[in-house]
């Protein structure tokens, strides 16, 4: 079945450094599509960065990376520089291939940014 | 600008009642989506439409129907509201071409069943 795992509930971040928010995928397709989105405490989702199986680099979009393992079924997601405003629920989603672009969304990381 | 609007932020109704979610974008989008958010279990498909009167079954279809008479318009449709039906709605839409369009989200519904 395909799945997408965040095991990391809640995490806390001082402002100003960085932080890796964790997620696993589940897919035997060989062409699939990683997502992420924030939703900040207002509740509306904010698209952050897209991957795709077959990209050979690592997506970045400003401070945002992701961590892509292939290999290990990980797309791993890399705030640089912490803010205040970074502070929200984020969560990694899968969009099969031939599914109408579907999203499967894993449980979802509260960040909370310390100042 | 996109945007994906919902004709509700906040929705209180009584068990057994019929409700109607409406969903509207501007961007001309031929995909449409349904989902609801309850903590700890992330966002769950509930239905979705391809084009104009077009629909599939999502994940957890039960208890809900759709309607997409127009390609702008997704409405979710709560036959008879039960208290497990209280939840946060999110609406969706996207262009259809490839797996790498993400999706836009409407600001949600909480609906409460009492």
């Known amino acids: 079945a395909q799945k997408i795992t965040q095991t990391q509930p809640g995490m806390f971040v001082q402002e100003k450094e960085a932080v890796t928010l964790d997620c696993t995928y589940d897919?035997?397709?060989?062409?699939?599509?990683l997502f992420w989105y924030k939703q900040p405490s207002s509740g509306e989702m904010i698209f952050l960065i897209y991957?795709?199986?077959?990209?050979?680099q690592n997506a970045t979009e400003g401070r945002y990376s992701l961590n892509f393992q292939k290999a290990r079924k990980s797309a791993n997601l890399v705030i640089s520089a912490s803010q205040l405003g970074d502070s929200a629920m984020y969560f990694c989603?899968?969009?099969?291939?031939?599914?109408?672009?579907?999203?499967?969304f894993g449980q979802g990381t509260e960040l909370s940014v310390k100042p | 600008d996109v945007k994906v609007t919902q004709s509700s932020r906040y929705l209180v109704k009584r068990t057994g009642e019929k409700v109607f979610l409406e969903c509207v974008q501007d961007?001309?989008?031929?995909?449409m989506f349904w989902y609801r958010q309850d903590p700890g279990l992330g966002l769950r498909l509930i239905y979705f439409?391809?084009?104009?009167?077009?629909?599939e079954k999502g994940d957890i279809p039960e208890g809900y129907s759709v309607s997409r008479e127009k390609k702008e318009r997704f409405s979710l449709i709560l036959e008879s509201a039960s208290t497990n039906q209280t939840s946060m709605y999110l609406c969706?839409?996207?262009?259809?071409?490839?797996?790498?369009?993400?999706?836009?989200f409407g600001p949600g519904t909480r609906l409460t069943v009492l």
């Open positions: 969706a839409s996207r262009r259809t071409s490839g797996i790498y369009n993400e999706q836009f």
């Open positions: 989603a899968m969009s099969p291939n031939n599914q109408g672009g579907k999203l499967i």
């Open positions: 991957q795709g199986s077959y990209d050979q």
């Open positions: 897919t035997s397709d060989p062409s699939y599509g």
């Open positions: 439409s391809y084009d104009v009167k077009m629909k």
């Open positions: 961007m001309d989008h031929e995909n």
